[in-house]
């Protein structure tokens, strides 16, 4: 299973951008979906998460201000970002816990993605 995640950049303080998570192999479910983020010089943290019955949760940091969505048919998760503030700054990381058949067994495995720059700067 591959996860890759596009849609990084840079914007002015403000200004939005849509990140996506394009989920590839051999995939039975995604049962939840998340977008982690990490600063220079920082611990990795946990963004915003979603679940397979749709369910959300943010950071305190981010609610109001980032949403996260899943396209099951496309195995793909977004995290649309408003009103993007300097302290937005960091890579930012899809994680997915994905069912496979292994052994003729349903199981579950974490995977992640390679990583998206965001920066947000005037």
């Known amino acids: 299973v591959q996860l890759v995640e596009s849609g990084g950049g840079s914007v002015q303080p403000g200004g939005s951008l849509r990140l996506s998570c394009a989920a590839s192999g051999s995939i039975v479910s995604i049962n939840a979906m998340y977008w982690y983020r990490q600063a220079p010089g920082m611990e990795r943290d946990l963004v915003a998460s979603?679940?397979?019955?749709?369910?959300?949760n943010y950071a305190d940091s981010v609610k109001g201000r980032f949403t996260i969505s899943r396209d099951n048919a496309k195995n793909t998760g977004h995290l649309q970002m408003n009103s993007l503030e300097p302290e937005d700054t960091a890579v930012y990381y899809c994680?997915?816990?994905?069912?496979?058949?292994?052994?003729?067994?349903?199981?579950?495995?974490?995977?992640w993605g390679q990583g998206t720059q965001v920066t947000v700067s005037s």
């Open positions: 979603i679940r397979d019955d749709g369910s959300t």
């Open positions: 994680n997915a816990e994905i069912g496979q058949i292994t052994a003729g067994r349903l199981l579950t495995f974490s995977y």
